[in-house]
């Protein structure tokens, strides 16, 4: 009976061992899901963290390019307007030269044409003195004298209209502060404000007036 009792005791004992050793067992899984539940969880923790540095990172990189792209097109449009200015300055310098040298062209001879304007009076002056004057009452020398100053008068206007210098409207004519000169006003047959007489021709050169006309004004038929 003791035997027998023995040997209960011994197989109780390894039962207990063995549902110690499996209590043991199981607490080491328990503890190894633990760890592995932590890993995993420390993993993905770390995976999401690169995750969000990446999207930072893009994020921030995105934003970089953007601003390099917005300095490039606000970097375009400067020079573009710079361009732009800079032909424009170009073409109004263009166009202030061709009128500079259209008006140094036009003008260029004004003095020139103010000097040669006293052999004009002159030569008006000697025909005016012939005025009235029958020519065939003149002997032969006489008429060809006068047939040369009207001839050279002619000439004379020709080669001024040539270079611009023209002559501005005489008897007959309205009027025109801009280009003739009052002296007088007279009764004549007239227009009232029309130019009755011509003391001294005026003459322009281009649009501007070189010399006014001295003129007597109408004041009408008496």
Same mark, same amino acid.
């Given at each position: 009976?003791?035997?027998?009792?023995?040997?209960?005791?011994?197989?109780?004992?390894?039962?207990?061992?063995?549902?110690?050793?499996?209590?043991?067992?199981?607490?080491?899984?328990?503890?190894?899901?633990?760890?592995?539940?932590?890993?995993?969880?420390?993993?993905?923790?770390?995976?999401?963290?690169?995750?969000?540095?990446?999207?930072?990172?893009?994020?921030?990189?995105?934003?970089?390019?953007?601003?390099?792209?917005?300095?490039?097109?606000?970097?375009?449009?400067?020079?573009?307007?710079?361009?732009?200015?800079?032909?424009?300055?170009?073409?109004?310098?263009?166009?202030?030269?061709?009128? +500079?040298? #259209?008006?140094?062209? %036009?003008? &260029? $001879? *004004?003095?020139?044409?103010? =000097?040669?304007?006293? /052999?004009?009076?002159?030569?008006?002056?000697?025909?005016?003195?012939?005025?009235?004057?029958?020519?065939?009452?003149?002997? +032969?020398? #006489?008429?060809?004298? %006068?047939? &040369? $100053? *009207?001839?050279?008068?002619? =000439?004379?206007?020709? /080669?001024?209209?040539?270079?611009?210098?023209?002559?501005?409207?005489?008897?007959?004519?309205?009027?025109?502060?801009?280009?003739?000169? #009052?002296?007088?006003?007279?009764?004549?047959? *007239?227009?009232?404000?029309?130019?009755?007489?011509?003391?001294?021709?005026?003459?322009?050169?281009?649009?501007?007036?070189?010399?006014?006309?001295?003129?007597?004004?109408?004041?009408?038929? #008496?």
């Amino acid at each position: 009976m003791a035997d027998e009792k023995d040997e209960w005791d011994d197989l109780m004992k390894e039962i207990d061992n063995e549902k110690s050793a499996q209590k043991r067992r199981a607490a080491v899984n328990a503890a190894a899901d633990d760890i592995l539940k932590s890993a995993e969880k420390a993993e993905k923790a770390a995976a999401k963290d690169m995750e969000a540095e990446d999207e930072e990172e893009v994020l921030n990189a995105e934003a970089v390019l953007t601003a390099r792209v917005e300095e490039l097109e606000l970097e375009l449009a400067t020079l573009k307007d710079q361009a732009l200015r800079a032909m424009a300055d170009a073409e109004n310098v263009k166009r202030r030269s061709e009128k +500079e040298v #259209a008006a140094a062209r %036009v003008f &260029g $001879i *004004e003095r020139f044409a103010n =000097d040669i304007l006293s /052999v004009h009076d002159n030569l008006s002056r000697a025909l005016q003195t012939l005025e009235g004057t029958d020519k065939s009452e003149l002997g +032969e020398n #006489a008429k060809n004298l %006068v047939e &040369g $100053i *009207e001839l050279t008068e002619k =000439d004379l206007m020709a /080669v001024l209209a040539r270079h611009g210098v023209t002559a501005v409207p005489g008897i007959g004519s309205k009027f025109d502060p801009n280009v003739h000169q #009052a002296v007088a006003n007279i009764p004549s047959d *007239e227009d009232k404000g029309n130019v009755a007489t011509v003391m001294q021709s005026g003459f322009k050169i281009g649009d501007r007036t070189l010399r006014a006309a001295m003129v007597a004004v109408s004041t009408g038929k #008496a």
